[in-house]
């Protein structure tokens, strides 16, 4: 398969067209990207990318602005990276998943959180979305500053009792544990130990001299009834969802549209959802996860590749205010998109970027896009071409 042009520059032919290559058996998907690119009004760029057994299916990217080695805000996709990072270190058994979570972090252990696992702060049970007053924008873009809060904060539910998601703090809660129990931050594990090595077009802090590649995020473009439902749907500031998405700040509430167009959010890396990167940064991740690379090991055995996948929390969650499955960390995708297999694990981001593992299929899949996406658009398009991938994988196999 043809590697296709990195051309950073916007390409002659219609913006609906898809540019890059697919492997021979793909063409379907090569189609089905191009039906998206052209369903919304105006703008719409993304990017889309494949591993199949460790070798690249899939590299295909279009619309206004983008190349294929273009950076985009990946907000909870981000997710994965630090994920993996935890699963690793479980996988090796310097953490434990049934120790409670006060062990590693003393400080942690107050305020009704005194017997909290780390699986279940993981699974999301944890009830430690945010905190009374919200975050300023200095420690939105700082995972310890984040934490510091976050200690003293009592849960805003029963710990266990049920689960929601904690969107913008989950990893800066996992990485304290991850930074008392190794001496190492979040970020620089995932540097050394996992984008460095895979050759990982996604950083967890993205570097001054990559920032020539970033492309800001582009504000939402909903229909009039778009606009309408999400007034309807909109969470006072007060309210869970209000307080897991920092809304609740009385000065500075965290805009998500915006959130990865500050360089100050790049550059510190909140590894809940600032992470900046590609389709194939996100692909080759999953796809490294699971099996060989270039060479290269998988990142987890089956077994722990498994455990982080089995469902933990599943039904109505307290945060989102709908139904949704998470595995360790990780969502259980196969969840929403039940062609994928039972054992799948990924994340989506807010802006409508997907990405996950399926093991059943050795498949590796990552879409971005630069646009901030009405939620349920994006989420059609992203299992619409998640289907197209997968369906190809398996009859090429």
């Known amino acids: 398969m043809s590697s296709g042009t990195n051309s950073p520059e916007t390409p002659e032919s219609p913006e609906t067209l898809a540019q890059g290559t697919v492997a021979e058996g793909y063409e379907a998907v090569r189609e089905v990207f191009e039906e998206t690119l052209a369903e919304e009004r105006s703008g719409h760029s993304a990017q889309l990318a494949a591993y199949v057994d460790g070798r690249r299916v899939v590299d295909l990217w279009g619309g206004p602005g983008i190349a294929g080695d273009s950076l985009v805000g990946v907000y909870s996709s981000t997710k994965g990276a630090a994920h993996l990072v935890v699963a690793l270190l479980v996988q090796e058994g310097v953490l434990k998943l049934d120790e409670k979570v006060a062990r590693y972090w003393p ?37 310890r500053a984040l934490a510091a809060r976050l ?30 129990a190794t001496g190492q931050t979040m970020h620089e594990l995932y540097e050394s130990r996992i984008r460095a090595p895979y050759g990982l077009d996604l950083y967890m802090g993205l570097p001054e001299e990559q920032e020539h590649r970033f492309l800001s995020t582009q504000p939402m473009d909903p229909t009039p009834e778009q606009k309408a439902l999400m007034r309807q749907a909109a969470a006072g500031p007060d309210s869970l969802p209000g307080i897991a998405l920092n809304r609740n700040h009385p000065v500075h509430p965290t805009d998500l549209e915006t959130f990865p167009n500050s360089r100050a959010v790049r550059a510190g890396g909140n590894a809940s959802a600032a992470g900046v990167g590609s389709a194939r940064g996100l692909a080759r991740m999953y796809a490294a996860a699971i099996g060989e690379v270039d060479g290269r090991a998988p990142l987890l055995t089956p077994e722990t590749a ?23 960390g990780f969502i259980a995708v196969a969840d929403a998109m039940p062609f994928l297999g039972s054992r799948s694990f990924g994340h989506g981001g807010a802006a409508g970027s997907q990405a996950f593992a399926d093991p059943s299929a050795g498949l590796g899949f990552g879409y971005t896009r630069r646009r901030f996406g009405y939620p349920e658009t994006s989420r059609t398009q992203s299992r619409r071409l998640a289907e197209a991938v997968r369906r190809a994988a398996v009859s090429a196999g």
């Open 306 to 328: 498994a455990e982080f996948a089995q469902i933990h929390s599943q039904g109505h969650d307290l945060v989102f205010r709908e139904h949704y499955a998470f595995g360790v």
């Open 107 to 143: 400080e942690f252990g107050s305020a009704g959180k005194e017997d909290i696992t780390l699986r279940e702060l993981m699974s999301h049970r944890a009830g430690v979305i945010g905190v009374e007053g919200g975050f300023t924008p200095e420690e939105m873009a700082d995972d």
């Open 151 to 180: 200690a003293g904060q009592r849960p805003f539910w029963r710990p266990g009792s049920a689960f929601g998601y904690h969107g913008l703090v989950i990893a800066a809660l996992t990485g304290e544990v991850v930074l008392r």
